[in-house]
């Protein structure tokens, strides 16, 4: 069994793809638009999101995350939920952090925790929660 995080962008979902395919590497594994939906699910979407994401896959280091443009109603609400990226080194996770916070916002600068050596937590441009972190090794 895994979990696989599925996140709605409401209506920003490719654009959230192009950034993360550059900001974490971010590999697209596939992407389905509404307009390659059934006839019979065509038949209930709102006008003029046939070329929103109905469902898409990418691949961020070994895990795949889930994402759609939803009901395309607007601003996207991740709240009580944090995606957490584990970096292999300082570096690693300082560019990583660098990257996601690019137009969006810090909650807790990078800094050594007692549990990392290097720990902080940003919202990228699109609001969704991140960890970033090289954590200790015992």
């Known amino acids: 069994m895994n979990v696989q995080p599925y996140l709605s962008f409401e209506g920003k979902a490719a ?29 209930q979407m709102s006008p003029g999101v046939g070329d929103k994401v109905m469902h898409a ?14 009901h395309c109603a607007g601003k996207a609400n991740f709240a009580g ?25 810090v909650t807790m600068p990078m800094a ?3 549990f990392a050596t290097r720990f902080g937590m940003v919202d990228d441009k699109f609001g969704v929660h991140w960890m970033v972190l090289n954590p200790k090794t015992p």
């Open 15 to 43: 654009e959230a793809i192009d950034f993360y395919k550059g900001a974490v590497g971010a590999e697209v594994k596939m992407v389905m638009h509404f307009k390659e939906a059934p006839p019979e699910m065509k038949a």
């Open 57 to 70: 896959c990418i691949k961020i280091g070994d895990s795949d995350v889930f994402l759609t443009d939803g």
């Open 81 to 105: 939920i944090t995606l957490t990226l584990n970096a292999t080194s300082n570096g690693e996770a300082d560019k990583l952090f660098s990257a996601l916070g690019k137009g969006g916002q």
């Open 112 to 114: 050594e925790t007692f």
